[in-house]
């Protein structure tokens, strides 16, 4: 009975299944949390989980992550140098430090000027200890990478460190989307390489010696030897094998298909059992790339995103990533009673008096922190504390404690409020720490002068009408339409009506959907399900 073995980790749930490949009938599934400090002990537990396996049944892995699209939605990932040659930069790039040196070629391949050297090797010397990684990209390298080469040789004489060239990734023009698709490549190599160094050592423990895939973004399978090297192609990874498991499992041919996971929400339309590929590049966290996916729309609200309350009393939600307060609670009970003894009026800057932090994983480079960093470090090794009682630990002002560099780097995490912890104050969720999400709950309301049920009534309608505003400019994206629903101030108001059924404004309607709705993931059931 030949098997495939599925994994799929993702920001918060790592998940497995097995798979007949001659019946094509799902034997086991499993879940497991997404382990940040080590990826293997969530993809070992996942697999557990499924039971006894016999590894001589495995012949094929398949492996799709949302880490990658996650990273780029969250800003995260390792730091990034910049070369450009032969022009200057044209928007926006995803680099810590972004240099311009002569070169290039026109659109026959000629060069247009000599590669300056002297310029590469200035620009290796002063960022050298700044950045983990370096993307170099040339004016049409796709007719002519020779200075794109010379430049990787030259940097290598100086200096041992992962490089990315754009005319590896793609053939297509456009000097902006090339360089973008280098850069977020080159910040996804240190974080894709600990995903499949993880998932091999569980592999070898278990003895499955079958080959390991990686599904790409457009729904196909490549080597783990190519994704080494091309990360950038498993951004959408996670969303496009939800479309082929959401059309495996219901059947439906036509149908709009949304996938909550805990960072992002991912809407594709299916037509014929298949969606739309996007050849123009997928677009990522509000970056074009140069990257064949599907054509699916990302957007950064998720069951973990950051439920927020400005100084001005406006609530946000989302894109940014949180760990929710009901699920590390679990873990840390004690950060109930320190949420009890929060003051919800008293603010904090870049931070919410809700917020606690946790250790995710140790660091390997100790001296890349200061004093005050370090200690951080050693309070949480004991155990998680909301940002009042970390401070006191620390011996810092909560608005001046250094927190930034380490959760970039992940080596401690942002617990807040979310809407998993909205999910248990509603009482349609009650997996985890119920006492936690209430008191974070609690605070938020307070912050916005509302009672709890109000509260709790507030972000919910927030949360549907945003799926909703996200599933209409899913249909603008498929149109080829650059429209921003959101930005557009009238049309958000028109809409935002329709969705709440305001009926003071004059007008009334209603908005329908030629497709069936085809909902993955409980969080996203649940709130449809209100």
């Not at 899913?474 to 028109?494: C, M, P, R, Y």
Request: include cysteine.
């Amino acid at each position: 009975m030949p098997l495939v073995l599925g994994i799929d980790t993702g920001g918060t749930f790592t998940d497995g299944v097995l798979l007949d490949i001659g019946t094509k009938v799902v034997k086991r599934k499993a879940k497991a949390f997404t382990t940040r400090e080590d990826l293997s002990i969530g993809i070992r537990e996942c697999i557990e989980n499924m039971g006894d396996l016999d590894s001589s049944q495995v012949h094929l892995v398949s492996m799709s992550t949302t880490l990658a699209t996650n990273a780029i939605v969250e800003g995260r990932g390792c730091r990034i140098g910049l070369i450009l040659i032969g022009h200057e930069s044209i928007g926006n790039l995803p680099a810590q430090k972004v240099f311009v040196v002569r070169g290039g070629h026109d659109i026959k391949g000629e060069p247009v000027t000599e590669l300056d050297c002297d310029a590469v090797r200035s620009a290796v010397a002063e960022m050298s200890d700044q950045v983990d990684t370096v993307a170099i990209s040339g004016y049409l390298s796709i007719r002519n990478p020779e200075h794109e080469q010379d430049a990787r040789r030259v940097i290598q004489e100086q200096w041992d460190i992962p490089i990315v060239c754009a005319h590896q990734l793609t053939t297509a023009l456009g000097f902006h989307e090339r360089t973008v698709t280098a850069c977020l490549n080159a910040r996804l190599l240190p974080i894709i390489a600990e995903l499949l160094a993880a998932v091999k050592i569980v592999l070898k423990e278990k003895g499955i010696q079958a080959p390991l895939m990686v599904v790409k973004g457009d729904g196909s399978l490549m080597s783990e030897e190519i994704t080494r090297g091309k990360p950038i192609e498993t951004i959408l990874s996670g969303p496009a094998a939800s479309i082929v498991g959401a059309t495996f499992l219901t059947g439906e041919g036509s149908a709009l298909v949304l996938d909550m996971g805990g960072t992002t929400t991912d809407i594709a339309i299916l037509n014929k059992g298949r969606p739309r590929i996007n050849f123009e590049g997928a677009i990522v966290g509000g970056w074009k790339t140069r990257v064949e996916a599907a054509e699916i729309s990302t957007f950064g609200l998720g069951g973990d995103s950051y439920v927020q309350v400005s100084k001005d009393r406006k609530l946000t939600i989302g894109p940014r990533r949180v760990w929710p307060l009901s699920v590390i609670a679990n873990r840390y009970p004690i950060l109930v009673e320190e949420l009890s003894k929060v003051n919800p009026n008293r603010e904090i800057v870049d931070a919410q008096p809700v917020d606690c932090f946790m250790l995710v994983k140790k660091s390997e480079d100790g001296c890349r922190w200061n004093d005050t960093e370090r200690k951080i470090i050693n309070v949480l090794e004991d155990s998680a504390h909301n940002i009042f009682v970390l401070a006191e630990k620390v011996g810092r002002d909560p608005n001046f404690l250094p927190i930034k560099a380490l959760e970039q780097a992940q080596v401690i995490g942002r617990i807040s409020f979310t809407p998993t912890d909205l999910l248990h104050v509603l009482g349609t969720f009650s997996d985890y720490n119920m006492m936690a999400a209430q008191q974070g709950a609690r605070i938020q309301a307070c912050r916005l002068r509302m009672e709890l049920g109000k509260f709790a009534s507030k972000v919910l309608s927030e949360i549907q009408t945003s799926l909703c505003m996200n599933i209409l400019q899913s249909f603008v994206h498929i149109e080829g339409l650059e429209i921003n629903l959101n930005a557009d101030t009238g049309a958000k108001f028109i809409l935002t009506s329709l969705l709440n059924g305001n009926q003071n404004q004059g007008f009334k309607s209603e908005i329908t959907l030629d497709y069936p709705i085809v909902a993955l993931g409980p969080r996203l059931q649940l709130i449809f399900l209100l």
